[in-house]
């Protein structure tokens, strides 16, 4: 399984920024894939993850703001990032698990990750 994580930048409070996160083969339609980020300094947390059948859950500190989508024809998570405020700022890692769950230990298959940057 590969992963590959894309679609960083730097954005303006308030601006928009979407992440996308390739699989190889038939991963995103066989895994629950979730998107993860790690602050500098900071633990790794939970930010969203979809199952193969479209379920989705976010954490409550991007609720509203982000979303997570699939195309399974492309075998590609997206995550939709609005309304961005500097507390975004991170490296987002895209993820496998064989299971829906936010534990992180849970998830086998990890991408490189992507940095984004929002500035004030």
């Known amino acids: 399984v590969q992963l590959q994580a894309s679609g960083g930048g730097l954005v303006q409070a308030g601006g928009s920024l979407r992440l996308s996160c390739a699989t190889s083969?038939?991963?995103?339609?066989?895994?629950?894939m979730g998107w993860f980020r790690q602050a500098p300094g900071k633990e790794r947390e939970f930010v969203a993850r979809?199952?193969?059948?479209?379920?989705?859950d976010h954490a409550d500190s991007v609720k509203g703001r982000f979303t997570i989508s699939g195309d399974v024809a492309k075998n590609t998570v997206y995550l939709q990032m609005n309304s961005l405020k500097p507390e975004d700022t991170a490296v987002y890692y895209c993820?496998?698990?064989?299971?829906?769950?936010?534990?992180?230990?849970?998830?086998?298959?990890w991408g490189q990750g992507t940095q984004v940057t929002v500035s004030s």
């Open positions: 979809i199952s193969w059948s479209a379920v989705t």
């Open positions: 083969g038939r991963t995103f339609s066989s895994y629950v």
């Open positions: 993820a496998a698990a064989s299971r829906f769950t936010t534990d992180m230990g849970a998830y086998d298959y």
